[in-house]
T-cell receptor, first 113, second 112 residues
Framework: EAQVTQNPRYLITVTGKKLTVTCSQN?????MSWYRQDPGLGLRQIYY???????DKGDVPEGYKVSRKEKRNFPLILESPSPNQTSLYFC????????????FGPGTRLTVT | KNQVEQSPQSLIILEGKNCTLQ??????????LRWYKQDTGRGPVSLTI?????NTKSNGRYTATLDADTKQSSLHITASQLSDSASYIC???????????FGSGTKLNVKP
């Protein structure tokens, strides 16, 4: 089954404690992206990757890091989480090109206290 | 500034009725426009993708229209069902078609 998986699905952590949210896709997609969704603000793009070792900033990259060492995986790293990073996070993947349909993961709900 | 505005913010309709959701955007140059359906607590699911040369696209009971001149799109839902209750999100890409701009969504509630 074609899918995007994220782990963990739920995470409560404290300010400053480094964490990683994993994302994996099994569709051999070149393009992967991370978004955060906040009430009233909609989805906002954090980082995206066109292929292995190719990443670029979205609209809200501050406080986040990503890496793309393998085609299927695109982890999101919060080196020093802060309460304003409490949000619902989605990973997505698609084939490259303007018509590539994006497939979203199930989401990771992160709370930073 | 690249923006995507959706209206209404929320909508309640009776099962079986039709409805139309609106999306206006300022993203320029324009590459493509997508409509997604998002159930509460789940990831968005693609409904339609339209490039600048397409002005209508259907997916079952969902029909999207696009006017690239006025930078407006609409999503028409025909014969609504209870399962249509969800948020509907309009997403626009510009010249860099891998960078996406999201509307804040229209929350649709279909009542029996």
């Amino acid at each position: 089954e074609a899918q995007v998986t994220q782990n963990p699905r739920y995470l409560i952590t404290v300010t400053g404690k480094k964490l990683t949210v994993t994302c994996s896709q099994n569709m051999n997609h070149e393009y992967m992206s991370w978004y955060r969704q906040d009430p009233g603000l909609g989805l906002r793009q954090i980082y995206y990757s066109m292929n292995v070792e190719v990443t670029d900033k979205g609209d809200v990259p501050e406080g986040y890091k990503v890496s793309r060492k393998e085609k299927r995986n695109f982890p999101l790293i919060l080196e020093s989480p802060s309460p304003n990073q409490t949000s619902l996070y989605f990973c997505a993947s698609s084939s490259v090109g303007p018509g590539g349909e994006q497939y979203f993961g199930p989401g990771t709900r992160l709370t930073v206290t | 500034k690249n923006q995507v505005e959706q209206s209404p913010q929320s909508l309640i309709i009776l099962e079986g009725k039709n409805c139309t959701l609106q999306c206006n955007y300022t993203v320029s140059p324009f590459s493509n426009l997508r409509w997604y359906k998002q159930d509460t607590g789940r990831g968005p699911v693609s409904l339609t993708i339209m490039t600048f040369s397409e002005n209508t696209k259907s997916n079952g009971r969902y029909t999207a229209t696009l006017d690239a001149d006025t930078k407006q799109s609409s999503l028409h839902i025909t014969a609504s069902q209870l399962s249509d209750s969800a948020s509907y999100i309009c997403v626009v890409s510009g010249y860099n078609f891998n960078k996406f701009y999201f509307g804040s969504g229209t929350k649709l509630n279909v009542k029996p």
